[in-house]
């Protein structure tokens, strides 16, 4: 099952809804209304499992509201919890694994499909750069889990963006702090959660990421140094997580680039499902287009250029 | 005027939070608000603090306070907030001090007479304290000049922040404050929040916190004013603050030390109160108590250095 958060054109506040393959279907008759939009998504999560057959029923016969008819929200809006995982990928270099390490992001910077990046007014960063990640998506609370045991504290995954701001290279802006990735609206989330059972393995789920058509990222979670399941294992023997709560895989950094005012961005993960985003600057900066290909990009042309 | 979220100290684990003013009878519940959880209600008590504050003085003496030997306070934290947190990045070899800011997990925080539980944090070799005001963000503006930043604050309480290090130099893990500081029960917060407008610094405000009745970090507010605005210009600079998000700035470089099994953790601040937290360690591990964490632990090339790339 896909589940999107949803706010119908009709004005009526967010709601959960179900998605199928012309449009949405409103999941108002099995959760209350909520107050604060994550409060609707996260309540759904906790009791997902005892609603199934009230839901499978409501989207067997409920009305479908075709896509255009209201906007989709982040099916996220607020998590308690955002944190992303430092580094987690291969990207064709011989050596050790990395110790698995996250940093906390900004819960209030997240934005959903459809919804534009604001790069700050703030200049020290040399550049803004997109990752993009699968998100997995929590069930609570989650304390202590095996990583065999990760699919009883998973809800599902979506899509995140870990818009970074660049001190330099490709280095995090802020040394120690990691607030180069906490602006506001760094953190695109969707654009809906596709439950665990419909992603049949989580490490084989192709990526793609598009600015203004052109293709950046372009790979495959089978290239994560620690996967799915011992994240959550990590990240739980650390601190309680809940229902709602993010944790992004990591980046392919191969196909790092620049985001600037005026773009298109769309990304897609297999069997979840694309989302686009614009971007705007109020400064105006630019940057050159394309893949990052500094000193330290990991992208096959620069490595190739530097064993040559 | 004393905030404080609280619940009956005999109640078991479904025990219903409330949010409360703390008088010298006991802790009276305020229910001014249609709010799912106490935290929802302080961020609206803080939203609509010029209207309701004024009412509140009006609970004060009322009947049913709840005596303080009946009630457990818990981290004065609204819900939804975020907890940012300042550190001091020491350049080399120039050897300038910087102030960054860092986000710490709202869910670490715990309330007076809170236990501190150690977990195995495999591959780190010491936990450690540090101490400093909180202030609570009132949400008058989005971003503050650091000069300006009273204008901004909607009240005080005491923050400790545990972190769990790699080595005495580095955050766990690798040396950056990335989960180290997050770990569940790892910010003692409180006891309750004093509203600026009953936080009288005309006196000076001290801050201390000792460690089973040792001294062990000491600073005075007065002396910490440019830092307060610098940390808060920051992290309003990067992003926007809520009514109720918590800004907790590090007193004082000197004296943080490691907490273990048995320790009990005490903070002073003026015109607040006391604030007290214990700390277990299930891991039976022990360290020096003598040891300090270098002042220049959060420095640039503090080992190991990684690259800053995620």
Redesign the interface.
């Known amino acids: 099952m896909k589940v999107a958060l949803f706010e119908p054109a009709t004005g009526a506040g967010a709601v959960p809804a179900v998605v199928v393959p012309d449009g949405l279907v409103s999941l108002r008759p099995v959760v209350a209304e909520q107050?604060?939009p994550?409060?609707a998504m996260s309540s759904l999560i906790s009791r997902f499992e005892e609603l199934r057959a009230d839901i499978e029923a409501v989207v067997a016969s409920g009305p479908v509201v075709p896509f255009g008819e209201g906007r989709l929200l982040p099916p996220l809006p607020?998590p308690?919890?955002v944190?992303?995982?430092?580094?987690n990928y291969w990207e064709h270099v011989e050596r050790p694994a990395?110790?698995l390490?996250?940093?906390?992001?900004?819960?209030?910077?997240v934005i959903g499909p459809g919804d534009e990046i604001v790069l700050?007014r703030?200049t020290e960063p040399w550049i803004f750069m997109h990752?993009a990640e699968l998100g997995i998506v929590m069930k609570g609370p989650a304390?202590d889990v095996a990583a065999d045991d990760w699919r009883d504290a998973v809800f599902g995954f979506t899509g995140v963006v870990?818009v970074?701001a660049r001190?330099v290279g490709?280095?995090?802006w802020?040394?120690?702090?990691?607030?180069g990735?906490?602006?506001?609206t760094f953190a695109p989330i969707g654009p809906w959660i596709t439950t665990v059972d419909e992603i049949p393995d989580p490490q084989d789920l192709h990526v793609r990421f598009w600015s203004n058509g052109d293709l950046r990222h372009d790979y495959n979670t089978n290239d994560m140094e620690h996967g799915v399941a011992e994240i959550v294992e990590h990240?739980t023997?650390?601190?309680?997580l809940?229902s709602g709560d993010v944790i992004a895989c990591?980046t392919n950094?191969e196909g790092l680039g620049a985001v600037q005012h005026g773009e298109r961005l769309e990304f897609e993960i297999e069997h979840i499902g694309r989302m686009s985003l614009t971007v705007s600057d109020p400064l105006r900066r630019t940057w050159e287009r394309g893949v990052y290909l500094g000193s330290?990009s990991t992208n096959a042309a620069v490595v190739n250029r530097a064993v040559a | 005027m004393r905030l404080a979220i609280f619940e009956h100290a005999t109640a078991g684990d479904d025990a219903q939070q409330q949010l409360g003013l703390v008088t010298s009878d006991g802790v009276v519940p305020v229910d001014l608000f249609d709010a799912r959880s106490a935290g929802g209600a302080l961020r609206e008590l803080i939203v609509h603090f010029d209207e309701v504050g004024p009412r509140l003085s009006e609970l004060v003496g009322r009947s049913d306070a709840i005596a303080h030997d009946d009630v457990r306070l818990l981290a004065p934290l609204a819900s939804p907030s975020k907890i940012v947190c300042s550190l001091r990045v020491t350049a080399k070899p120039e050897g300038t001090v910087q102030r960054h800011v860092f986000l710490k997990a709202p869910g670490s925080a715990i309330g007076d007479g809170g236990e501190v539980v150690l977990p195995e944090l495999d591959g780190a070799e010491a936990f450690t304290h540090n101490v400093g005001p909180a202030v609570f963000w009132g949400g008058r503006c989005r971003a503050a000049a650091a000069a300006e930043w009273r204008q901004v604050v909607f009240g005080y309480t005491a923050m400790i922040d545990i972190t769990g290090r790699t080595d005495v130099l580095s955050r766990w893990k690798l040396g950056k404050s990335a989960l180290g500081s997050s770990c569940d029960t790892f910010g003692p917060l409180g006891p309750w929040i004093v509203p600026a407008g009953s936080f009288d610094e005309s006196a000076g405000i001290g801050l201390e916190l000792s460690c089973n009745g040792r001294l062990r970090q000491k600073a005075r507010l007065e002396d910490l004013d440019d830092q307060i605005g610098t940390v808060i210009e920051l992290a309003s600079t990067i992003m926007t603050l809520h009514p109720g998000d918590v800004v907790a700035v590090e007193a004082t470089a000197e004296g943080q030390g490691p907490v273990q099994d048995g320790d009990e953790l005490q903070v002073e601040l003026d015109q607040v109160g006391r604030l007290v937290a214990t700390v277990r360690d299930p891991y039976g591990r022990s360290w020096d108590p003598e040891v300090r964490v270098a002042f220049d632990a959060d420095s640039t090339d503090g080992q190991p250095a990684p690259p800053a790339t995620a």
């Open positions: 107050r604060e994550q409060l607020r308690t919890n944190l992303c995982c430092i580094g990395r110790p390490n996250l940093f906390i992001k900004n819960s209030d910077a700050p703030f990752e304390k870990d970074s001190g490709r280095a995090t802020g040394a120690v702090s990691w607030m990735k906490s602006f506001d990240v023997s650390v601190m309680t809940q990591g950094h330290d």
